[in-house]
């Protein structure tokens, strides 16, 4: 049973402009890091209303502080950018299901670009439990590699690739995921849809279970909507009860029986 | 704000506060729950269901668009076996009241629904969507043609006692005269408006950007429309209508009241922030006591006092 | 940029851009010589003039709402004849084609107007507004049926050669039939759209926004409604489309081009930053250089590449 | 002749909150100060796009510094508000003809609420060359009665009025005009609608002839739409040449002849 959420009003302690248009945003939120699972996911309500409210993983939550991790691609992120140290925003969460880290002790954590939002929690709590961690971690170039150190700082192990070359593996990162020795017993994933489909061929070769934190557009969030739907097996765990399906699949949303499944279980 | 009176009466049905939450906007109102007090909502309208269950349409099925939203769900539902044997009974366990809101294809698909689902206690009134802007051309054809709206609801009428409230679509030349149709076929309440339909393109893609192709256009940006669409079909008829189409606050709701809506409901504002419906309910409350008035019921309609004569200068009408 | 190809043809009307100023938005271009080149615009529409002069709508006339705009100007103008007098002579020094906009409220007026204006050396064309909606009723009932459409256009194609744009209204159950009517009665090129009707209310005052009660709903809130009665409009017609509604940047414009219009027009967007024409052009030039395209007919109608079958399960369609 | 306006590109120099929702920004903009008239007015181009220009008071222009005095009232300010020192802004303008300042030698300038935007450039013009101007400057309470100071720097007399007697006199600031010993030769008035028909009133009773400087929603602000109209005596020099008219007056646009008209020369 997951904690409930609930709407969250809080106060920005902090931003930072990790890259050109990459912001980290700070705030004080105790009540939210107390019921946090990695891989959860806020619905950030827009400041001066109008607009929908904005998906956002989770990015660290420690102590009394949250963060939001987010790159400025549209209107409402645009918005969330302008927040400075001292204003107000409420978030709804924490949503969605969270990654199931089982008992796995050798994980492969994969991200692509802003997907690093994602996995900052799920990383923190498998190297504070003694898994290793490799961190295999692509963007564009080394510029949006960022708050590497963090990860470092957690204990995992780095391994970078960019589309220039101009740090790490000169190319996509799930080749240097499928290149790695001691095999992982697990894989984590969060990116763009190409590079999770990719993970999720790679995963299959290796013979790895994997799971995916998906993205799609979301307007309410909360599984209200039916929105942000993917096919799903309709014999996983997760599968929702719902009579139609497309042969073998079922149509789950991503923001409620989501946003984290399993690869192999997706038809995509 | 004791003592200030919310309630309405929409046909037989009465509730505490005039807040509906628009159909397919909040569920069955369960995913709600943990952000919004539902004992301080009207309603909810159930998404809309049809006689076989439907997968929906193929994704992406919303666009962010300037102050709104694309949607093309596709009326993704179990079918009405499925939820008469699922569902319905958990509506009971709602603080409020419960609307189903029936979609379909033919006259006797909607007449078959509709007793079904009507003959449920959990359902304490029924919405007819004649108007869905994402199922083919097929699922608004009813509401944009004033005869086959006048036959869809005398069919419905005749297999159901419950509040009767028809959902009409924004898509059309004169939706008075579909609105006086529905109510002299037996309409009790009217649901002004559905969304404008509408497309967004993908322009690094060339394709559409809903996997439907067109969608329903919701949200801020078409409030004047809906505003205006409420004015006209209140003129044309005596029965009761719940304004929608974009109500982000108190205000906004307030234009729909006095442009003749008796109740309102709030769909995409959900998506905003879930404590929306509330914070209407309680500044609707403070706007009827700052200025000493007992009910909604004063202000319904009301947007024309002092408005005679519109035009200031002479000869310039037409 | 060199090479581009950005030229349009509309009937006998060639521009070497394909960015046409909306009526009633741009004055007639003088008003925006001061911030704006005119010689990198394709033409300034003239706002429409009527046979009798008119004073136009009482105050106010303009209202904003969520990413729009509401207006009720009321077709103030000085008359055909003090137009052709006083005005007409001065469009001569415009960088740019002068495109005349006739409106009326009877066929006899339309015919008479356009006459007159046509026969003026400077105007390039005319574009025959059928669809204003701030006149009371009757300024858009031609273009809300298409019997009226085909009357009223074959009377004013009788009595000029020159290029005629026949402006259309979103405010209609069924676009494509009113395009198709207009076309076979003899229109060399649509404009699609003209405003969407609304209404705003005072909450305070107990009255509506604007002085004439309803208005036109204007800007990127009305975006998606227009890019699919392009689309719609396009598929029912083999004349040229100038699409119009909420176009704000290239990535706009190009929404419009592949749904299917020839050109564009650019209102509302003049009121937020009058560079926006200019900055439209470069960068249509470079997103056709970019993509190694040669001309923007080769993207026009194009949304559709690979859309056979938009529906990915078996069995939804409908 | 007035100067020709343009579309300027200007940096946010400092901003400060005078009030709760008074917002002064101030901007580098050295081509916009060499030809701005007192009265004139710039549109505001919106840094997101997607609504209206913002037509706003051109309030100081000296140096290579001009400002912006505006109150947050709704979409249009709140963003406008949202603007830092370093942020950029583009002005169209200066527009509209400004206050026609004449001979005069003893000025009544009245402002009310914001209204003192439009104020600050006359008033400095005329104690400049020797004229009296005294302010009456009236609001709801003495946190709204901003920048006071800086009409006192600048030579100006003031008289102050509250709405609720937090400061000066106890009541409307027309009031304290009618009762004005020393008649002024001129008045020039800014601020909300009524305020300017209790002072067109007040000066046709004094026998003193007042500019009034006009607020209307406005659409393009440079005349193109014909969206801001107001009645004007058809005889006045700044009546458009329009062929029908309501008896003796003709439908103006404010941001074109305006937006300073002769109060005696409107109907309302
Ligand atoms: C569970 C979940 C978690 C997420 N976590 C994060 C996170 O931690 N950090 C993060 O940065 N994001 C995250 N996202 C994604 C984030 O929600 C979206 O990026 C955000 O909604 C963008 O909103 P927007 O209004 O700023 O942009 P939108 O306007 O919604 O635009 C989004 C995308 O569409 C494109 N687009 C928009 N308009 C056009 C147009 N006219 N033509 C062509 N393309 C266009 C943009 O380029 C952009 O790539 C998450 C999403 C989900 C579902
Ligand atoms: C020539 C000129 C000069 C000006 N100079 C200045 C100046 O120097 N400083 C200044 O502060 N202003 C000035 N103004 C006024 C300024 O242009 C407007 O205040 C501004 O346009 C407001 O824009 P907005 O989008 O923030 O508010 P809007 O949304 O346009 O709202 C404006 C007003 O309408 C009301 N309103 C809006 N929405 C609603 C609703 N739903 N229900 C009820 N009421 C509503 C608001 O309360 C507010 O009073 C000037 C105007 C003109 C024409
Ligand atoms: C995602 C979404 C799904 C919807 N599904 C339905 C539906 O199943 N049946 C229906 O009658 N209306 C449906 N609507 C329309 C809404 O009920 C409402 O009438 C419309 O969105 C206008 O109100 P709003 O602007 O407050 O959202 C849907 C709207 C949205 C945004
Ligand atoms: C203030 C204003 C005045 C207008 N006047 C006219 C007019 O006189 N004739 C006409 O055909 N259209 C008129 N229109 C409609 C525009 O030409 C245009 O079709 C419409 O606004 C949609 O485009 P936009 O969203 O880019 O503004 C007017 C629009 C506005 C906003
Ligand atoms: S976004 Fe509404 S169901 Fe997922
Ligand atoms: S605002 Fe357009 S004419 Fe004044």
Redesign the interface.
């Known amino acids: 049973m997951l904690p409930?959420?609930?709407?969250s009003d809080v106060v920005v302690l902090d931003r930072t402009e990790l890259a050109r248009g990459v912001i980290l945003l700070g705030f004080h939120a105790p009540e939210l890091v107390d019921v946090t699972r990695p891989g959860q996911f806020v619905m950030a309500?827009?400041p001066?209303?109008?607009?929908?409210?904005t998906a956002l993983a989770i990015y660290e939550a420690q102590g009394e502080r949250a963060s939001l991790l987010f790159f400025v691609c549209?209107?409402?992120t645009?918005?969330l950018a302008?927040l400075?140290p001292g204003d107000k925003l409420?978030l709804?969460g924490p949503l969605g299901n969270g990654f199931d880290l089982g008992a796995a002790a050798n994980v492969a954590v994969v991200a692509g670009g802003v997907g690093i939002a994602s996995v900052l929690l799920p990383a923190q709590q498998l190297t504070q439990r003694g898994s290793r961690v490799r961190l295999f971690y692509g963007a564009r170039n080394v510029e949006f590699l960022v708050d590497r150190d963090r990860f470092a700082n957690a204990g995992c192990e780095l391994c970078c690739a960019t589309d220039d070359g101009t740090l790490g593996h000169h190319g996509f990162i799930t080749e240097l995921l499928a290149q790695a020795e001691d095999k992982p017993d697990l894989i984590l994933a969060c990116g763009p849809s190409p590079m999770l489909r990719a993970t999720a061929f790679v995963a299959a070769e290796l013979g790895v279970r994997a799971q995916l934190a998906l993205e799609?557009?979301?307007?309410?969030?909360?599984?209200?909507?039916?929105?942000?739907?993917?096919p799903l097996d309709r014999k996983s765990s997760q599968a929702p009860?719902?009579?139609?399906?497309?042969g073998d699949f079922v149509?789950a949303r991503v923001c409620?029986e989501g946003p984290v499944f399993w690869a192999h279980e997706l038809r995509w | 704000m004791s003592g200030m009176d919310l309630s309405v009466k929409i046909g037989k049905l009465e509730l505490p506060y005039p807040t509906l939450m628009a159909s397919g906007c909040y569920g069955s109102g369960e995913e709600f729950e943990a952000f919004a007090d539902l004992s301080k909502i009207g309603a909810v309208v159930l998404k809309s269901v049809t006689r076989e269950p439907r997968l929906g349409n193929p994704m992406p099925r919303l666009v962010p668009t300037p102050a709104g939203l694309l949607n093309a769900i596709g009326l993704q539902n179990p079918g009405i076996d499925w939820y008469l044997e699922h569902e319905v009974a958990k509506f009971a366990q709602r603080p409020c009241a419960v609307i189903g809101s029936v979609a379909a294809f033919s006259v006797d698909d909607y007449a078959y629904v509709t007793q079904r689902l009507a003959a449920r206690d959990e359902i304490a009134a029924i919405e007819l969507n004649i108007s869905c802007p994402n199922v083919g051309s097929e699922g608004e054809t009813f509401a944009c043609d004033p005869a086959l709206t006048g036959k869809v609801v005398r069919a419905v009428r005749a297999v159901t006692g419950k509040t009767l409230i028809v959902k009409l679509s924004p898509n059309v030349t004169d939706i008075a005269a579909i609105a006086a149709e529905a109510e002299s076929a037996g309409a009790d309440a009217l649901a002004v408006i559905n969304t404008l339909r509408g497309m967004s393109i993908d322009v690094h893609a060339w394709k559409p950007r809903l996997g439907n192709l067109t969608g329903g256009l919701s949200g801020p940006a078409i409030r004047p429309v809906a505003v205006l669409a409420v004015y006209e079909a209140a003129r044309a008829v005596s029965i009761p209508i719940v304004g929608q189409g974009g109500i982000e606050t108190a205000s906004d709701a307030l234009e729909f009241f006095l442009a003749g809506a008796s109740a309102i409901a709030i769909g995409t504002a959900n998506f905003t922030d879930p404590r929306i419906p509330e914070k209407i309910v309680n500044e609707l409350g403070a706007y009827l006591e700052a200025r000493g008035l007992r009910s909604l019921r004063d202000i319904v309609g009301k947007a024309n006092v002092g408005f005679g004569t519109p035009f200031q200068y002479e000869g310039d009408v037409g």
């Open positions: 409930r959420p609930s709407v309500i827009p001066g209303g109008e607009r929908a409210a549209g209107a409402r645009r918005e302008e400075r409420s709804t799609e557009t979301f307007a309410c969030g909360v599984g209200g909507c039916w929105g942000c739907v993917v009860k719902f009579p139609k399906s497309a149509n409620k």
